[in-house]
């Protein structure tokens, strides 16, 4: 194994009423909230995705399956725990990660730092290395009615124990 691997997420869930927005591991305040058989944290869904895309190590759907009763109601910072012993075990380190939240309604800038430092304690991080954006749509699309929240995600990982510059 050798050299660093890029992995890319995404996610998307619509909002809906009676249930609690959480967003990075973080509860938001709003009226709505994600639809999932989980928590529908689709910020935490991406990511995952991401690291395991780059462990070649498949998707969300194949490690928690929306099938499986156990992952009713699951809070998702315990599928990105998971993700990320899943990446050690194959001999990965996260070197960093990016996420991008889409969302036209509620703002989600004070709440950007509680995400990444969530993220960062999940993948053992300094906070330095996670990276959460805000971003709207301007009125465009499904997110920007409001009707839901997406996610992309982006994460470098390199193999533990080598310096995958000179690999």
């Given at each position: 194994?050798?050299?660093?691997?890029?992995?890319?997420?995404?996610?998307?869930?619509?909002?809906v009423?009676?249930?609690?927005?959480?967003?990075?591991?973080?509860?938001?305040?709003?009226?709505?909230?994600?639809?999932?058989?989980?928590?529908?944290?689709?910020?935490?869904?991406?990511?995952?995705?991401?690291?395991?895309?780059?462990?070649?190590?498949?998707?969300?759907?194949?490690?928690?399956?929306?099938s499986?009763?156990?992952?009713?109601?699951?809070?998702?910072?315990?599928?990105?725990?998971?993700?990320?012993?899943?990446?050690?075990?194959?001999?990965?380190?996260?070197?960093?990660?990016?996420?991008?939240v889409?969302a036209?309604?509620?703002?989600?800038?004070?709440?950007?730092?509680?995400?990444?430092?969530?993220?960062?304690?999940?993948?053992?991080?300094?906070?330095?290395?996670?990276?959460?954006?805000?971003?709207?749509?301007?009125?465009?699309?499904?997110?920007?009615?409001?009707?839901?929240?997406?996610?992309?995600?982006?994460?470098?990982?390199?193999?533990?124990?080598?310096?995958?510059?000179?690999?």
């Amino acid at each position: 194994m050798s050299g660093y691997r890029i992995g890319s997420g995404f996610d998307a869930h619509r909002l809906v009423a009676g249930r609690p927005l959480v967003l990075g591991g973080v509860s938001v305040v709003h009226d709505k909230g994600l639809e999932g058989h989980s928590d529908g944290d689709c910020l935490i869904h991406a990511l995952c995705d991401a690291l395991l895309g780059a462990a070649a190590a498949g998707d969300m759907g194949r490690h928690f399956p929306s099938s499986e009763p156990r992952w009713k109601g699951a809070p998702s910072v315990t599928f990105l725990q998971e993700v990320a012993r899943i990446v050690a075990e194959r001999g990965f380190v996260v070197e960093n990660v990016d996420v991008t939240v889409i969302a036209q309604a509620p703002t989600l800038t004070p709440y950007v730092e509680g995400m990444r430092v969530k993220l960062a304690r999940c993948l053992g991080l300094d906070a330095e290395r996670v990276s959460v954006k805000a971003k709207t749509t301007d009125g465009l699309g499904a997110t920007g009615r409001g009707e839901g929240i997406a996610a992309l995600a982006t994460a470098l990982l390199s193999p533990r124990g080598e310096d995958p510059r000179t690999t």
